[in-house]
């Protein structure tokens, strides 16, 4: 089943005569972890506004499926945006609450994940009380605390240091392996890309038309080791291959 489905969906910035996304068309099944990598500046981001109707494109469309009556999409940037005058309980409730349920309601929906998020005893903290990995985490409960039809990572742990930054890996495979959710993430990080993924996709010309898929045919349920296999080292070479000859064709082009 599809959950995420984009048509020939072309954008470019008013004061830019360059497009950034060019006829591009890409689906997301259900319970899939879909991956881009592409190098910065090539409009990943905008292309993740344009899905949460942040911007308009010119032509084309994008449809969120719904999935058992719901069309929420879920989403979680670079840095984790919470509220510093809200505790974390309050933070990771206030989509619920927007989406129609009390407060009290909320709170204790939210309340009900804290300990699968590793989160049991920070209720009462502020975000300024805990270390990056735990604020990603908080973030991260509030937007898939409304069970969104699909979940949109922007580079989420690209802010944390090296260690946190596995630490994390390690706790969201867990947690996607275990809860079946729909994720469309944004990294550079091949490592992080290759654990996570079902499939990925590498823009392989700007602007955005065709991404090359590649199928992440590793099986699960994955762990870190699962970096050290042969399976996992190819595929990495071969995504390397592919961003080299980006890179000299640019060069080449320029």
């Not at 654990?195 to 199928?215: A, G």
Request: glycine share 4%; with cysteine; hydrophobic share 35%.
């Amino acid at each position: 089943m599809k959950v995420l489905e984009i048509n020939n969906l072309s954008f470019k910035y008013k004061d830019s005569e360059k497009l950034i996304i060019d006829d591009l068309s890409l689906t997301i099944d259900k319970n899939e972890f879909v991956t881009i990598i592409a190098p910065s500046g090539t409009g990943k981001s905008t292309l993740f506004r344009l899905i949460l109707g942040l911007i308009k494109p010119q032509k084309g469309t994008i449809e969120v499926v719904k999935d058992d009556n719901k069309n929420i999409i879920g989403y979680m940037p670079q840095k984790d945006s919470l509220m510093p005058w809200r505790n974390i309980l309050d933070n990771t409730s206030v989509g619920l609450e927007l989406n129609g349920h009390s407060k009290k309601e909320a709170r204790k929906i939210a309340a009900a994940y804290f300990k699968d998020f590793g989160l049991e005893g920070t209720e009462k903290y502020y975000p300024y009380e805990l270390s990056g990995g735990m604020r990603q985490r908080a973030s991260f409960l509030r937007a898939i605390v409304n069970k969104p039809s699909v979940l949109l990572l922007d580079e989420p742990f690209s802010s944390l240091d090296a260690l946190t930054r596995r630490k994390m890996q390690t706790w969201l495979l867990e947690l996607c392996q275990r809860e079946k959710n729909t994720v469309f993430m944004i990294t550079h990080d091949i490592d992080e890309a290759l654990l996570l993924s079902d499939r990925i996709l590498i823009c392989t010309e700007v602007p955005y038309k065709n991404l090359k898929s590649i199928e992440v045919n590793i099986d699960r349920p994955r762990s870190y080791e699962t970096t050290l296999s042969s399976e996992f080292i190819e595929l990495k070479r071969s995504i390397l291959n592919i961003l080299d000859a980006l890179e000299e064709n640019d060069r080449g082009n320029s």
